[in-house]
């Protein structure tokens, strides 16, 4: 028997949120996200190489892991973020690029990275 190419690797993200619609707003307008539906309290986002999903049922909660979202163009990506309502909370250049990190309409902090 042999492992399949999911095994072991990240699959899979959930967010709960207090505003579905709000989510999908933001994320869509940010990052061009599509997404299902599947009843008033959750909904399935896909990025076009991962998917995830925003859960109603449960409060939110900020913190944890920090989730990195990769942009060819970091400068078009950070406009698009603040375009959609985001506020920018911290900037770093690093050694191979260079990143951003926002504060979602949920209060979760995630961040944009480049190696451009």
Known sequence: ?????????????????????AAKAFY????GWSF??????????????????FNAHAAP????ALVVIYADDLADARRRVEAAGAP??????FPGGRRFHFVDPNGYELAVWSDR
């Open 28 to 31: 869509g307008a940010a990052f």
């Open 1 to 21: 028997m042999t492992a399949s190419d999911r095994n072991l690797r990240l699959d899979y993200l959930e967010f709960a949120v207090a505003d579905i619609a």
């Open 36 to 53: 299902t539906d599947y009843g008033p309290d959750y909904c399935e986002f896909d990025d076009g190489r991962m998917k995830g999903g």
């Open 61 to 64: 909660k900020p913190g944890g």
């Open 88 to 93: 920018i909370v911290a900037e770093h250049e």
